[in-house]
């Protein structure tokens, strides 16, 4: 689903995704984690065709980003860090504005919005304006229009960042279902038990290159953890060297 | 670390640092310091460009008052008091801008910006933050007066062949002139946002506006300008002398920034220092009344103005028909941007309100080409009603990129933190293009004709007149609204809360003076044509083939002039939107 091809991002002299190479499966929970400042962000900016890559090559679903980009964007759904959405729609006109632009039937729209708002416990504010919504609303405002259109790829960033535990359980049992219906999705957080609850596999990006990759197990080997090793210790002796080293001990 | 014993450094320090001001307006001048560094460092060209169109904008300014100023004084008996009531007619129209741009500035600044949060939460003594957030104020709503002011001063020193002192006493004046307006527009601000309710911020906003077209108009009343080309409408030349020769009134800030300049070139330094005294102490008290009002009223204000409130009218069934009605010709994505643009628009209060403002522009616009005598025994003549005609459709022009530049301009920038939504779709982003392009065209055309149609009814002027100005401003139009978007394009703020903000910024000014000399260039294309015609007309002679080679050159480049800068702006515009990393 997911084709990542020697990736680069700079910004002046600082290089933010350095030759990033990555593939993720079909059907696959993938977690993305990393330090502050790594490249997480950036990474799944490119993704989403936010910024330019400075080089690589990005395909979703088959479709380079590049030079497909409306085919490749139809297939996904994103959740960004920062949940801005337009503060003068409703929630409900904000959910039928994102299902029209991904090209979803008026009337098959109208059944999704009411099924995603009563999911996402925003039925009782769905005609107040944006405005007025907390912060956890407006993340599970921006999570059930990423999930209008049923897509087939759901790449999040930071997630659970202002959710209640209500919310948290529910953003946990969406996207385990989403999976199971053979839907991907990528997801990059600090919440290394929501990783390590969800994710098939795990990478884990340091200063803009991909440390490490595999499943828990196969990070627990590579950091030379114990079995049953938590994957807050496995993270941070994997990173721990390269941390060290840029800052030059 | 010893994170005790840092928060107890930090707190012997206090009385130092939170008595700074400078600590509220350092996020400001780092941003602008990085912004001309970067400028310096990255874009010496752009940088040299701007500073080319500031200094042909203020050249601009400095030659059309030193003309009139020179014409002014061509007559001794009467030219240094048509020279007054000119700077007088100055002030006054700065003051009426600066009091209600600070009301709105105060809005932002005071209570709608989106650092608040974090200085309210500061332990920030309340008279520094309010005079944090007053300079910012005044700043934001006063530069571009100033920007008018120093070429305009220069042009009045130069005329009357002034010393140094006038230079001096000038730029001494501004500060407390442009002080006083903002106290008045922050205190109003504080008590409007405090007698209202916010979930009527929409009816605070529509007393606003109406209290500035009250203003507009009664400025235009005091004005009277229709008198300086009525005088025989006095009961003698002298009377009209003496009536200009009156001051509006000895109370009135802007008679005495009036007096300071004139008595200053007059060489009666005495009486010039006396009045900037009288203007000085009553800026510091009104800065310090201001500042009792706002800190007593701040808390509440600004609690309230956080209240969230329900968009009424925008989901009435009736609103939303409308809507699919005149969005109908357009295609889905399109249309599904241009309502979601309508919608965000006309819930949007400090946008929206600003319609009934130019709504009094307009009719005050109109309104002085209705007073301007045309008939028998007027000063004009059936050359004068067209050239005014002519020189009507480069102000008109004006007017629109005067709009242009703040519902335009900024749209862009506005979207900025949106921007992932369309962006990380299946958008084409010339879409959205096109959606900022098509709901700021429709209306600008309409205040476009409005402007041309009534105005040369008033007048009067010959048919052809009336329809090059339509025509003129139908051609250049598109242009103008295409070149706000490239240029918003081109100098975004991505992170900007309001539209105010981003019109005043560089990137405003950029717009403004490329819409001059846009404009510019198609009324000198278009003055030969005109004149040839009249000319024509006048002597009632034939237009020989050559000539009318010559107009149909003259006006087909002119055409040919909007339709470039309509196609270069859109192309660049939609590459630099595809371009904009968010």
């Not at chain 1, 190479?21 to 993938?30: A, C, I, K, Q, Y």
Request: hydrophobic residues 50%; charged residues 15%; positive net charge.
């Amino acid at each position: 689903m997911i084709e990542i091809q020697g990736l680069t991002k700079r910004y002046a002299s600082v290089v933010a995704v350095d030759d990033l190479n990555l593939s993720v499966d079909t059907g696959e929970v993938f977690g993305f984690v990393g330090p502050n400042g790594a490249g997480k962000t950036t990474t799944i900016r490119m993704m989403m065709g936010l910024i330019e890559p400075t080089a690589g090559s990005i395909r979703l679903g088959g479709h380079d980003l590049a030079s497909e980009a409306r085919a490749a964007k139809a297939l996904c759904g994103f959740v960004p860090d920062r949940p801005h959405i337009y503060e003068k729609l409703t929630g409900a006109e904000f959910l039928e504005f994102v299902a029209g632009l991904y090209g979803v039937p008026p009337a098959a729209a109208r059944e999704r919005r009411t099924e995603l708002l009563s999911m996402f416990d925003l039925t009782e504010w769905q005609n107040e304006l944006v405005e007025t919504y907390s912060h956890g609303m407006k993340q599970r405002t921006v999570m059930a229009a990423a999930l209008i259109h049923a897509p087939r790829l759901l790449v999040l960033d930071e997630p659970l960042v202002g959710m209640d535990p209500r919310g948290a359980r529910l953003l946990k049992a969406t996207l385990r279902q989403l999976a199971d219906s053979g839907a991907t999705v990528f997801v990059s957080t600090h919440s290394l038990g929501l990783v390590e609850e969800l994710c098939d596999r795990i990478g884990i990006i340091v200063r803009g290159k991909l440390q490490a990759l595999g499943t828990l197990e196969e990070l627990r080997d590579a950091a030379g953890s114990r079995n049953g090793a938590q994957l807050e210790e496995v993270f941070l002796k994997l990173t721990a060297p390269v941390e060290r080293h840029s800052l030059g001990e | 670390m010893n994170l005790r014993r840092s928060v107890d450094d930090r707190a012997t320090d206090e009385s130092r640092t939170t008595g700074a001001l400078r600590w509220l307006l350092y996020p400001r001048r780092r941003a602008f310091a990085y912004r001309l560094s970067d400028l310096w460092k990255n874009g010496r060209w752009q940088l040299a460009g701007i500073a080319t169109l500031v200094a042909l904008f203020s050249v601009g300014v400095f030659y059309l008052v030193h003309r009139t100023l020179a014409y002014f004084l061509g007559f001794p008996e009467f030219g240094s008091i048509l020279t007054y009531k000119l700077l007088n007619m100055i002030f006054v129209v700065f003051f009426s801008i600066l009091a209600f741009s600070n009301v709105v500035t105060a809005l932002s600044t005071f209570y709608l910006s989106d650092d608040l949060d974090r200085i309210v939460a500061a332990p920030v003594p309340a008279h520094i933050f309010f005079y944090g957030r007053f300079v910012e104020t005044v700043f934001e709503s006063s530069w571009m007066i100033i920007m008018f002011a120093v070429p305009a001063f220069l042009a009045y020193g130069i005329a009357h062949t002034a010393g140094p002192d006038f230079y001096l006493v000038a730029a001494l004046t501004l500060p407390p002139f442009v002080v006083i307006p903002a106290a008045i527009g922050v205190a109003l601000t504080s008590i409007l946002v405090n007698v209202f309710p916010a979930r009527r911020t929409r009816e605070v906003l529509v007393l606003l506006a109406i209290v500035a077209f009250a203003l507009v108009y009664l400025v235009l009343r005091l004005l009277q300008p229709e008198r300086l080309l009525h005088p025989e409408t006095s009961a003698s030349f002298a009377h009209f002398l003496n009536g200009l020769d009156t001051p509006s009134s000895m109370l009135l800030p802007t008679t005495w920034a009036s007096e300071v300049l004139h008595r200053s070139l007059q060489g009666s330094l005495r009486t010039s220092v006396f009045y900037w005294l009288v203007l000085t102490s009553t800026a510091a008290a009104f800065a310090v009344l201001c500042e009792l009002l706002t800190t007593r009223l701040y808390l509440s204000g600004w609690t309230k103005s956080q209240e969230g409130r329900k968009a009424r009218f925008t989901q009435r069934p009736i609103w939303e028909r409308f809507v699919t009605l005149i969005t109908a010709p357009l295609g889905a994505q399109t249309r599904l941007l241009v309502i979601k643009e309508l919608r965000t628009f006309f819930r949007d209060t400090s946008q929206w309100s600003q319609l009934v403002l130019l709504l009094a522009l307009v009719v005050v616009y109109v309104y002085n080409f209705r007073v301007i005598p045309i008939g028998e025994g007027g000063l004009t003549t059936f050359y004068f009603r067209n050239v005014i005609a002519f020189f009507n459709l480069a102000l008109a022009g004006l007017v629109i990129a005067a709009v242009a530049v703040r519902f335009v301009y900024p749209s862009i920038s506005l979207e900025g933190r949106y921007m992932w939504i369309t962006r990380s779709g299946p958008v084409d982003v010339s879409r959205v293009w096109w959606s900022k392009f098509w709901i700021a065209l429709l209306p600008l055309v309409v205040l476009g004709q409005i402007l041309a149609l009534a105005t040369n009814y008033y007048l009067d002027v010959l048919p052809m007149m009336s329809w090059l100005s339509s025509v003129t401003l139908l051609a250049i139009t598109p242009g103008l609204v295409a070149l706000g978007l490239a240029v918003g394009a081109t100098y975004p703020h991505l992170g900007a809360d309001s539209a105010s903000k981003v019109a005043a910024s560089a990137g405003g000014l950029i717009y403004m003076i490329l819409c001059v000399a846009f404009i510019g260039v198609i009324v000198c294309l278009e003055a030969w044509p005109v004149y040839t015609f009249f000319m024509h007309r006048l002597y009632e002679t034939p237009i020989s083939t050559s000539a009318r080679l010559g107009i149909a050159t003259s006006l087909g480049s002119a055409l040919a002039l909007s339709v470039v800068v309509f196609v270069v702006s859109a192309r660049t515009g939609i590459r630099r939107l595809y371009a904009l990393e968010v």
